[in-house]
């Protein structure tokens, strides 16, 4: 067949298979021709040069229009409008347009909300964001009968005074207006149908009691305001609602029932706020509630029973607080905790069961803190935790690794470790965490001798080598030196720079009054500074009474032993505990023993008076 022939003919099948598509692309459209009009209208009625029509959509948007293009389609069911320089719509340019449901004017110079004439029945959504509206006036929306979406955010808007029309609304926008004071029952004409009510950046500073009286609404936004203080029963009336945010409003108090009838909520973020505690008056009726946000405030105490009214909690987030210390009440009731946040606070002391009752917690996160004396000396800190998955624990300023730090965390697969200065890990640290998939670790602090022979290795075996940037410190020949490029029999032991602990405090008795010390001592090989601590009962005594001195061992004369007293005087019975002394230098920290203290009140000697009465029958004497 000839060249000509075969154009010809392809061309043919060209012309064929756009005709095809014509057709599909019609009945796909439902009956519209091109440009998404309606078929055998589009000759009468040509989509407006300055627009774009897809499907029902007549999108006139960012055309710097003054004025409506004239005429408009009557089969629009969808209008864009917004981004333009619209200051007043003509209700008859939009007389004709039977089919419209929904308008967008945002970003516009409308001063009021318009007048769209006869079709207003029939609008369902309705945006007016962007604007310079001063007031929603009720004669203004009342022909909007069917209106379900309303959107007045942006605008000029200062009070909200005169009742809001009966109208079948679920959504309504007030964000980012300058509303201060709100008239209670405002919102009342909207209970049977609001769904979504947003009044985010604003300047409301109080919330009037019986605001809101919305049995329907499920989600209410309040973030960016000016609200200090919650008093109780401020949301009562709110008994559907599903979530509830505050955020960004500077509150300081929470009243006793402040959330009281609240009872379906699940969802309450108070994130970026000043509040101080969590206790269960402001928590009470909060029954369902599952998500609990309180980063950024300045919460230093959680009290002992603040969770019984919440233990339905699956993830709280407490990071960015002033928390110091974890007690063993500190999340009690919370059995149902998926998440945990306790990132960025200053979390020091970690009680021994302060975990224990978590026992659905997968995801726990302590990332920058300071809790590396509980990771160093505490054996079972995370016990209870039997189906956590992930530990983040980076930047605490840990050092070593104790071989039972993790002990119990038999379900842990990833541990994040990370931004720590680790200088010694014992044998075995990891090998209770048999599913463990990542183990993030980067130090260039560590002493690599003998004990530390079996990290390489069982680093490779498992594959962690991606996640795993480690170099030594000590000794001086392998300084720099990535632990996978050192031989195995480059992990020797001829010298122990981190302290060794060579005698330990002694527990004792002492009488109620007395003076009375502790005494404990180590030595090492290196000549880096010391520093010496005590702890009474885990927790730091930053007023202690100290001694601290250093002398050479006899023997060899190149170690250094260095020896710290605690004294104690006129101990009382609040004296009694276990104390504890922590030496540390550069290499690390070693921890001694727990010495108990034992404190008694006095033997008494009391003379027995000599009575002449014969009518004495008993004595009692009570001492």
């Known amino acids: 067949m000839s060249a000509p022939s075969l154009r010809a003919r392809a061309a043919g099948l060209g012309l064929l298979l756009c005709a095809v598509l014509g057709r599909a692309g019609r009945s796909d459209s439902g009956g519209r021709g091109e440009l998404g009009q309606p078929s055998g209208v589009a000759a009468e009625r040509p989509c407006p040069t300055t627009c774009r029509c897809l499907g029902d959509l007549l999108d006139c948007s960012r055309k710097r229009l003054a004025r409506l293009p004239e005429p408009l389609p009557s089969w629009v069911a969808r209008l864009d409008l917004s981004h333009n320089r619209l200051s007043f719509i003509k209700a008859s340019s939009m007389s004709h347009l039977q089919s419209l449901r929904e308008v967008k004017l945002n970003n516009n110079e409308l001063e009021t909300i318009p007048n769209l004439g006869p079709v207003s029945a029939n609008i369902t959504l309705l945006s007016l964001a962007g604007n310079r509206i001063v007031e929603i006036l009720p004669e203004h929306l009342k022909e909007f009968q069917s209106l379900e979406t309303l959107d007045l955010s942006s605008n000029n808007i200062s009070e909200l005074q005169t009742a809001f029309p009966a109208l079948q609304l679920k959504y309504l926008y007030l964000n980012s207006n300058r509303v201060t004071s709100m008239e209670p029952g405002y919102f009342d004409n909207l209970a049977n149908t609001l769904l979504v009510l947003k009044l985010n950046r604003n300047r409301i500073s109080a919330i009037p009691p019986k605001m809101f009286k919305l049995p329907q609404l499920q989600h209410l936004e309040l973030n960016r305001n000016k609200i200090k203080n919650v008093d109780g029963l401020t949301f009562q009336g709110l008994g559907a609602l599903k979530s509830l945010k505050m955020q960004r409003n500077g509150v300081t108090k929470l009243m006793d029932g402040a959330f009281w009838g609240l009872s379906n909520m699940e969802i309450l973020q108070l994130d970026h ?351």
């Open 273 to 623: 706020n000043n509040l101080t505690e969590i206790t269960k008056g402001w928590l009470y009726g909060l029954l369902m509630l599952q998500e609990l946000h309180l980063s950024q405030n300045a919460i230093n105490r959680i009290s002992p029973d603040a969770w019984e009214f919440c233990q339905k909690l699956s993830e709280l987030d407490l990071t960015f607080n002033h928390l110091s210390r974890l007690d063993d009440s500190s999340f009690l009731g919370l059995s149902l905790l998926n998440t945990l946040h306790i990132g960025n606070n200053r979390v020091s002391y970690i009680a021994d069961c302060a975990f224990r009752g978590l026992s659905s917690l997968k995801t726990l996160d302590l990332k920058n803190n300071e809790i590396s004396w509980t990771i160093e000396d505490m054996n079972g800190a995370f016990s209870g935790l039997d189906k956590l998955r992930r530990l983040i624990l980076q930047g605490n300023r840990i050092r070593s690794i104790t071989k039972k730090a993790f002990t119990g965390l038999d379900a842990l697969e990833h541990l994040d470790l990370s931004d720590n200065a680790i200088m010694s890990l014992q044998g075995n640290a990891f090998s209770q965490m048999k599913k463990l998939q990542q183990l993030h670790l980067n130090t260039s602090s560590l002493l690599c001798d003998c004990q530390l022979k079996w990290l390489p290795q069982w680093v490779a075996e498992n594959n962690f080598q991606s996640f795993v940037n480690a170099s030594c410190a000590h000794p001086q020949l392998l300084k720099g030196r990535s632990i996978f490029a050192v031989s195995p029999d480059g992990f020797v032991c001829d010298d122990f720079p981190k302290p060794q602990i060579t005698v330990q405090p002694e527990t004792q008795s002492a009488i109620k009054g007395s003076n009375l010390s502790f005494i404990c001592s180590a030595a090492s090989s290196s000549d880096s500074p010391m520093t010496f601590a005590w702890k009474k009962d885990n927790e730091l005594l930053h007023d202690a009474e100290m001694e601290n001195y250093a002398h050479l061992r006899a023997q060899g004369g190149e170690v250094m032993e260095y020896t710290t007293i605690l004294r104690l005087r006129e101990v009382e019975f609040a004296s009694e505990g276990k104390y504890q002394c922590v030496i540390s230098n550069h290499f690390g920290s070693s921890y001694s023993v727990k010495a108990k203290l034992t404190v008694n009140i006095p033997h008494l000697t009391l003379p027995f008076p000599t009575f002449h009465s014969t009518k004495l029958r008993f004595l009692v004497i009570c001492i």
